[in-house]
């Protein structure tokens, strides 16, 4: 049984902990829910500080040339490429995720139309259990391009799928609910070879697993700089296209700023080269900026061996809080729902109660909050909670969860079961974000 010294030595010996002094994190408080909102760079209120105060308010309109703000997009995007497996030039910061998946699957399917699979490739294929987001706005674009959303529920049914009938294949590569992680490599030569076009969506991934896009040779990817990116609430995300796709197409939302000459202000459209088309509006500055304090906190981590060191460290957070679980909570009910295997899994793991537990795993969450540890909890299906049950769910971000913090973060979970405490009234009321 591995001891609260233990972890504390493991800790000590650990060359990524000086990384942790680079957010502000509130005294007390374990946070694992980075994948969901990323801790608070702490230069990130001086950097937006100094883009109020002196760009904005000194230099006011003179600062879109003189502090580049039109550049934002693209060096933050490089940067967030060195994290993807992208190559210079290659990945964007703009809009939200949901906007830039529309974007690529738009291009993608149009793609697949003006190519050989006209009139016979009508089939996107999706995972039920993917973020709602990539869903609807699949849903939509199905709707609109006469064609069909298939979505299958478990991982198993794809390859049945990928035949002739297929267009996109569009799949998160780590599961937001189970932390399940797909390998990209292999899937997308799957869909390859039948044929059809990858669309990634990286939101759980960027900043949390080494991603090699090029290696995985992937057509599309977008994902969010909020979560392992640390941007701040909202913060813009990201788009990426290979390169023999880039300049085949318009993008749907072909804004002032993505035009090839944008300040020659003409009435028909040009798109701009390569990825710099997938630009819609102007670029949110302050948000832009801040996003570009939380890219650089995982570039910290390149002399002490990059993505892949935060990798090692990664998994060796998430086995241990899988198997303290187990040990400390498996007789209380509590059960592991995400892959126990390293390479099947993110940077998360999350938890499931069993029945007659289930309808409190909401409490419980809250009852850690009041603890002073951030989790979050994610619905289930009601109909079929032991196929879908309702999650608990913890993010280990190595840049500042320890492993003293996986082991108290255990025995919190043990004691508010133990004592029954998440019966109070109020961790059972419900708020409109869990």
């Not at 957010?23 to 209120?45: E, H, Q, V």
């Not at 937006?48 to 997009?73: C, F, H, Y």
């Not at 991982?155 to 599961?175: F, K, Q, W, Y």
């Not at 241990?320 to 892959?339: D, H, K, N, T």
Request: charged share 20%; with cysteine; glycine share 8%.
């Amino acid at each position: 049984m591995t001891t609260r010294q233990d972890c504390l030595a493991l800790d000590a010996a650990d060359p990524l902990a000086p990384l942790k002094d680079q957010f502000s994190l509130p005294a007390g408080t374990l946070y694992l829910d980075g994948n969901s909102l990323g801790a608070m760079p702490k230069a990130t209120a001086a950097r937006v500080q100094q883009v109020i105060a002196d760009e904005w308010g000194r230099d006011l309109i003179k600062s879109w040339n003189t502090a580049g703000w039109m550049d934002l997009p693209a060096r933050i995007g490089d940067k967030i490429g060195r994290l993807i497996g992208a190559k210079p030039g290659e990945t964007i910061v703009a809009d939200s995720t949901s906007l830039n998946l529309y974007k690529v699957l738009s291009a993608a399917l149009r793609i697949v139309k003006d190519g050989d699979g006209a009139g016979r490739r009508t089939v996107i294929v999706s995972e039920r259990s993917n973020f709602p987001t990539d869903l609807y706005i699949a849903e939509s674009l199905a709707e609109q391009h006469g064609m069909t959303l298939r979505l299958v529920d478990h991982v198993d049914e794809i390859p049945g799928l990928l035949n002739d009938r297929l267009a996109v294949l569009m799949l998160t590569e780590v599961n937001y609910r189970t932390g399940r992680k797909h390998d990209m490599k292999a899937v997308t030569a799957a869909a390859h070879a039948a044929g059809a076009l990858t669309v990634w969506d990286l939101a759980h991934s960027a900043g949390a697993i080494p991603v090699d896009l090029h290696g995985a040779d992937a057509d599309f990817a977008i994902g969010c700089g909020y979560k392992y990116l640390n941007g701040g609430p909202g913060a813009p995300a990201f788009v990426w296209a290979h390169p023999r796709h880039a300049d085949r197409f318009w993008q749907p939302l072909s804004g002032w700023l993505g035009h090839a000459a944008p300040f020659q202000f003409t009435s028909n459209y040009a798109p701009a080269p390569g990825i710099k088309r997938y630009i819609c509006g102007t670029p949110a500055i302050l948000s832009t900026a801040a996003l570009e304090c939380g890219v650089d906190t995982l570039l910290a981590a390149e002399p002490f061996g990059g993505m892949a060191a935060l990798r090692e460290k990664s998994i060796a957070l998430t086995e241990l809080f899988a198997r303290l679980a187990e040990q400390r909570c498996g007789e209380q009910g509590v059960i592991v729902v995400s892959p126990r295997d390293a390479a099947q899994r993110g940077s998360q793991v999350c938890l499931a109660l069993k029945a007659p537990l289930q309808d409190a795993s909401y409490a419980v969450v809250q009852a850690l909050i009041e603890r002073g540890v951030i989790g979050d909890y994610r619905a289930g299906d009601a109909a079929r909670l032991e196929q879908v049950p309702h999650i608990l769910r913890f993010g280990f971000t190595p840049l500042y969860v320890g492993f003293a913090d996986v082991w108290d973060t255990v025995e919190h979970l043990h004691q508010v079961l133990a004592t029954g405490e998440w019966r109070e009234a109020r961790f059972n009321k419900q708020a409109a974000v869990t």
